[in-house]
């Protein structure tokens, strides 16, 4: 199918993934809370992915039983994919364990949702999300404490795990995409065109990127249609990286498109703040949800700082996006890992 937004008519998206802030607010649906028995499970599971030395990355649901919590993951993943298009479990286990520990709850109990893959062409597979600017490496955003503009991560659904809070803001912002669209679709639909046509992405990185290209030789629309729906790609660094590094120029329409999304993104109707709590984890289907951050201010101690397990899921069973949609040159969007991996 092509990526074009298949919406002719250009009649408003109605579907339960649409909604506004307020409609997030008065509603706890999207919440799952760990009771004491899966506590233990959790605990087991650990135990025994140990005992039997696996890997956390090799780790399959099958390696990491937790029955009392299958139903609740069936229902996660009915959220992700036909309800919210976000999800929220809360009280899974901090204290008493160390970073490598969490890193492995964080993808076994990812494993009943998806399937885990890497985040760059190096191969990681958990994202330390916490601020580096003591180490000079900030290349990507999320590893400063300045705040993050609406966007979606290049994987189907994001998991981002709370170990520990800033000092002060910091807190996690989500909108819908398709009420975005609506939105747009409503007060500028000439923007919308725009929108559909897409920018070309520029990567920050030649490492990895397929036959040296850093820049897409097509144009990635932030609005396509998969599957019979309407689906977002919206990646604001990436596009306006190429007219930064002076590679890439933006006509006055396309800038304005960008400029205006991103207001719309940040709006109080549409944008619901969520203060993530130590021990929640928060599930994002990117196709349908933008996500950011307000700044934040952080502790000085490095073991004090605010903390964040980023995982990546690849949802095998949702259909995959068309090529026109695929922004990263050097890595597999559709397999979940580097270009160079293919085949092996």
Known sequence: MAATAQNSEQTPVSAPWVWSSADIAS?????????????????QAVEGVKQRGIAFETITRDDFPLPGLEADCTAMRRDL??????????????????????SLIHWGIGAHLGVGVSQSYRGDKIGHVTDMTH???????????GGLMMHVDPVDVVGLFCLRKAR????????????????I???????????????????AEKEGILDGKQTTDHRVPVFG????????????????????????????????????????ASRPNIRYEMDLE????????????LHGRHDYQDFER?????????????????????????????????????????GE
Request: glycine share 8%; proline share 5%; net charge negative.
């Open 27 to 43: 509603s706890d649906d999207w919440i799952y809370r760990i009771s004491p028995d899966v506590l233990g499970e959790i605990n």
């Open 278 to 289: 130590v021990g929640d984890i928060q599930y994002l289907n990117n196709r349908l949800v």
């Open 168 to 183: 002060a803001g910091g807190e996690s912002l989500i909108s819908s995409s398709l009420a975005i669209y609506n939105t």
């Open 81 to 102: 994919h036909d309800g919210c298009g976000f999800c929220l479990i809360k009280g899974v286990p901090v204290d008493g364990y160390d970073d490598d520990t969490l």
């Open 302 to 342: 490095l073991e004090e700082k605010r903390h964040m397990l980023r995982l990546w899921l690849k949802m095998e069973e949702w259909p995959a996006l068309p090529q026109a949609m695929i922004s990263r040159p050097g890595y597999d969007e559709q397999r979940g890992m580097p270009v160079a991996a293919v």
């Open 185 to 203: 679709l409503a007060e500028r639909p000439d923007l919308l065109e725009v929108l559909n046509r897409g920018y070309r992405y520029h990567h």
């Open 135 to 145: 180490t000079g490496d900030t290349r990507r955003a999320y590893r400063s404490p």
């Open 225 to 264: 249609a998969c599957d019979g729906r309407i689906v977002c790609k919206y990646v604001p660094f990436t596009i306006s990286r190429g007219a930064t590094d002076g590679v890439l120029t933006h006509s006055a329409e396309e800038a304005e498109a960008f400029a205006f999304i991103d207001e719309v």
